[in-house]
């Protein structure tokens, strides 16, 4: 399909309807000239009950058959990890573009395997990285651009819970299903926000260590999930991160882990001529961006007053933008790919005990 021949009106398929699935969905339908029309679950009632709330009139059981309609534009891939690739791939060589939620993979093979897949059948593939549209975000991003913090030269990047693992024996904890723990998980998020600050360093090696001591003892559960079967993944990871000109990042991510945080993240930034730091404590937008200075010779505090952002809306206003655009070559999931890079070299370094070179774990597409 070519720019000519793309439709004005947009018509979405939306595979996974859990909490992700559901926010692609209203996403999708505040758009103009975007219809759902389709959606996929093997959870029947979940299916039946969003169907009926959002007027989606084609509903399956196998999301096959939803990518096998030639009249669907776009799939959404909302599903646990380990289909994200399988889902992916089969929607775009069927023809559709895709949006995939975070991570894109489990690994760097079957993200190179996405990206190949939109390169070949000439589509778009965007990852979902909602965080990066906070306000916080866009407006400290907006700050590094016009140069108030200098040259960055070293950064943090967090995501700790106190009690916060999301479920035992579902597919978070199982590691074929999930590909890792709150690094792939929430990680991912925090990594993102950093590399998109930073304006997207090259990677150069990585040293980490990952632990699972509370998760395995059937601690740590989030209230809301059940809290006995099994933990088979990491419930804390450290990653000292080398990125080009000798610029580093610290990267943690815990789902469990004795310490005051609840459920918080976020980064700081430390430049030549400021720092910056957004600390999000149990998801409040408001009040999470600091800018430290000089101010006539003394240091000084600057709090913004940001906006709360749009997170998915905006994702998928992109998403939506480029489609129509069809300017697509540069939009096929290699974001993702970077980030999947970077995990996968963490766990292979924390496995090992040592530090990773990214060119060990880069891909070839
Ligand atoms: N961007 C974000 O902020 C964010 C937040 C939550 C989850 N996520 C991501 O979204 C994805 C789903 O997470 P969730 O929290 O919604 O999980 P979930 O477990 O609540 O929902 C997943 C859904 O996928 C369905 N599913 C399972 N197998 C399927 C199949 N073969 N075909 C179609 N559907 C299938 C399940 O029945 C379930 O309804 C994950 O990749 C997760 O990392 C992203």
Redesign the pocket.
């Known amino acids: 399909m070519t720019l000519m021949e793309t439709p004005q009106l947009l018509r979405v398929g939306v595979?996974?309807?859990?909490?992700?699935?559901?926010?692609h969905v209203k996403a999708f339908l505040a758009l103009p000239n975007v219809e759902v029309v389709a959606a996929?679950?093997?959870?029947a009632e979940?299916l039946n009950e969003v169907c009926k709330t959002y007027n989606i009139p084609h509903s399956y059981?196998?999301?096959k058959e939803l990518i096998a309609r030639d009249d669907i534009d776009i799939v959404s891939?909302?599903?646990?990890?380990h289909?994200?690739m399988p889902?992916t791939v089969a929607a775009l060589e069927s023809g559709k573009h895709v949006l995939c939620?975070?991570?894109l993979a489990r690994s760097v093979a079957e993200g190179e395997a996405m990206v190949k897949a939109a390169i070949d059948n000439r589509r778009v593939l965007k990852v979902?990285?909602?965080?990066r549209q906070r306000g916080d975000v866009q407006v400290l991003k907006n700050y590094i651009d016009q140069g108030g913090l200098g040259r960055v030269y070293h950064a943090k990047a967090t995501w700790m819970r106190r009690a916060g693992i999301?479920g035992m024996g579902?597919?978070?904890t199982t590691r074929e299903m999930?590909g890792g723990g709150p690094l792939i998980?929430v990680g991912v998020?925090v990594l993102d926000m950093a590399m998109f600050l930073l304006n997207e360093p090259e990677v150069v090696a990585v040293s980490a260590a990952t632990y699972a001591e509370l998760g395995p003892r059937g601690r740590g559960s989030r209230g809301d999930r059940t809290a006995d079967g099994i933990y088979e993944v990491e419930d804390l990871a450290t990653a000292f991160i080398r990125l080009a000109d000798g610029v580093t990042l610290l990267l943690e991510a815990s789902w469990a882990v004795y310490g005051r945080h609840n459920d918080d993240f976020g980064v700081s930034l430390y430049g030549t001529e400021g720092g910056a730091e957004i600390n999000v404590q149990n998801y409040v937008w408001q009040d999470t961006l600091r800018i430290f200075t000089d101010t006539g010779g003394v240091p000084s505090e600057i709090r913004p007053q940001v906006y709360r952002g749009e997170?998915?809306n905006a994702v998928v206003r992109e998403f939506i933008g480029v489609i129509r655009s069809g300017d697509w070559s540069n939009h096929v999931g290699r974001e993702g790919l970077r980030r999947a890079q970077i995990i996968e070299a963490c766990y292979l370094s924390a496995q090992q005990g040592r530090e990773v070179a990214l060119v060990d774990v880069a891909g070839h597409v």
Not at 15 to 23: D, I
Not at 40 to 43: H, L
Not at 77 to 81: D, G, H, I, S
Not at 128 to 131: C, D, M, P, Q, V
């Open positions: 595979v996974g309807l859990g909490w992700a699935g559901e926010t996929a679950d093997p959870r979940r059981t196998d999301y891939v909302a599903t646990p990890n289909l994200h889902v939620e975070k991570p979902a990285f909602n965080h999301p579902g597919w978070f999930a998980d998020h997170g998915h």
